[in-house]
């Protein structure tokens, strides 16, 4: 599965989507992947690594809006805000990480459910309410 940490910079399938699609697609990796998240039903399953996308995309909107995590480096900052610009330049930006992230927390969401049911719960609610916070 990779390895799986509650910020987006320890979680594999965030860091192979920042240093792939978002690094080669910009804002229309963001849109994709948030998007694709908040318009999955929740009669569906969202997989994990949709999940993470998501939540990275979601970070991506954060920082390129001015709200940055407690702790980031400079080289985590420049990652997330590559392409800041034009995801400022999104219809909406704040509002499709937030629906995005309702649908990460939802029932039928894989990366939620393994979180909430292993020994660090409070580490992944701590993150995403954070990162929700941030939003809005």
């Not at 920042?18 to 998240?37: F, P, Q, R």
């Amino acid at each position: 599965m990779g390895a799986q940490g509650a910020d987006v910079f320890e979680d594999t399938a965030s860091v192979n989507w920042l240093e792939g699609d978002y690094a080669t697609s910009g804002a229309s990796a963001v849109a994709d992947a948030l998007d694709t998240a908040a318009g999955r039903p929740v009669t569906e399953v969202l997989e994990r690594d949709e999940g993470a996308r998501a939540r990275a995309a979601a970070e991506v909107v954060a920082v390129a809006c001015g709200d940055l995590p407690e702790e980031i480096n400079s080289d985590q900052l420049a990652t997330l805000n590559a392409h800041g610009s034009d995801v400022r330049a999104m219809a909406d930006p704040k509002g499709r990480a937030r629906a995005a992230l309702e649908r990460l927390i939802s029932e039928n969401s894989v990366l939620h459910e393994a979180w909430t049911q292993g020994d660090h719960q409070s580490d992944w609610v701590a993150a995403l309410n954070d990162l929700r916070r941030r939003l809005r």
